[in-house]
């Protein structure tokens, strides 16, 4: 049986031994970058806190670090901090384990933007982790290209995944992808990531894809407690109150963003488990 916790704005919590309190993507970047003698004051505003924002306060910071290395270390940091809370990721936290047809509504927004009107279509696949969505979803794809910025995840995900071509990038910086490569561009609950500058990855996401390609992105509308309980919302930061109202507001802002990037055709559509955010890639 699933029970929820509905919440209206900041009113659901989880518990301080949730996965997401107890591990949080900032958090570890900081910790990293102290022990390498590296100083970060951490902003008030972490909701809306990117890579790029981090990068100018550890510049300000550490003036007599060269910027190459400052920006070497924030993003071994920022890479070591995702394998750290997802290189052994399972559905046991996930509101998707306790919906079976979540693969459905992913591959339902896939068919939305013209998956199956593409003959042996090419997908990207960005932020693919251990590669455990494959399964029922993406596996069998021919021509899979994976990618994902922390390094002991993307090889567990290239054990799930052989045949595909694997490349470990940023979102927001896809080098190993070349332009205009790839028919469909996946992200599953990315686009919600501490860190990520969700403008320079949609920049990329439109790069890499072919004029009158297709994006995917799925934002988690729910997160699964220690007790069971899937609880509605984002956990807000330094703090286990979970807002039910953001994952809406985020998903519409994505969507903004693709339209302010040339894209068109954005939808935003709620499932059970996530929200999807689809688009297509404008003919250049």
């Known amino acids: 049986m699933i029970t929820h916790e ?3 704005g900041v009113g659901g919590s989880l518990s301080p031994k949730s996965l997401y309190v107890r591990t949080r993507i900032t ?8 022990r390498e ?12 806190t990117t890579i790029d924002q981090l990068l100018q306060i550890c510049l300000r910071e550490n003036p007599r670090t060269s910027p190459k290395t400052l920006q070497a270390a924030l993003e071994r940091a920022r890479a070591t901090a995702f394998d750290t809370k997802y290189a052994e990721y399972t559905y046991h936290h996930d509101s998707r384990g306790k ?5 459905h509504a992913a591959f339902d927004a896939l068919r939305r933007v013209g998956w199956e009107d593409v003959r042996d279509p090419r997908l990207l696949v960005v932020g693919v982790g251990n ?5 029922g979803l993406y596996g069998d794809v021919r021509r899979l290209t994976i990618v994902d910025i922390a390094p002991l995840s993307l090889a567990m995900a290239r054990a799930r995944l052989p045949h595909a071509t694997a490349t470990q990038d940023p979102a927001e910086n896809l080098t190993s ?3 205009n490569s790839q028919d469909f561009y996946l992200a599953l609950r990315v686009f919600q990531s501490a860190l ?12 890499v894809l072919t004029p009158g ?8 509308s729910a997160f699964v407690d220690c007790d069971g309980r899937v609880v509605l919302g984002h956990v807000a930061p330094r703090s286990c109150s979970v807002d039910a109202s953001r994952p809406v507001h985020h998903a519409h802002s994505i969507q903004r963003l693709l339209l302010r990037c040339g894209f068109s055709d954005a939808d935003v559509a709620e499932t059970r488990s996530d929200i999807y955010v689809t688009a297509r890639n404008i003919e250049r």
């Open 27 to 34: 958090t570890e970047v900081y910790a990293q970058l102290a």
């Open 196 to 207: 990520l500058n969700p403008l320079r990855a949609i920049h990329e996401a439109r790069r």
């Open 131 to 135: 590669g455990l969505e494959a399964q």
């Open 213 to 220: 390609g297709a994006i995917v992105l799925s934002i988690s």
């Open 177 to 179: 992808v070349h332009s």
């Open 99 to 103: 919906d079976p047809l979540w693969q």
């Open 37 to 48: 003698g590296i100083r970060l004051t951490l902003p008030p505003d972490l909701w809306s």
């Open 6 to 8: 509905h919440s209206s």
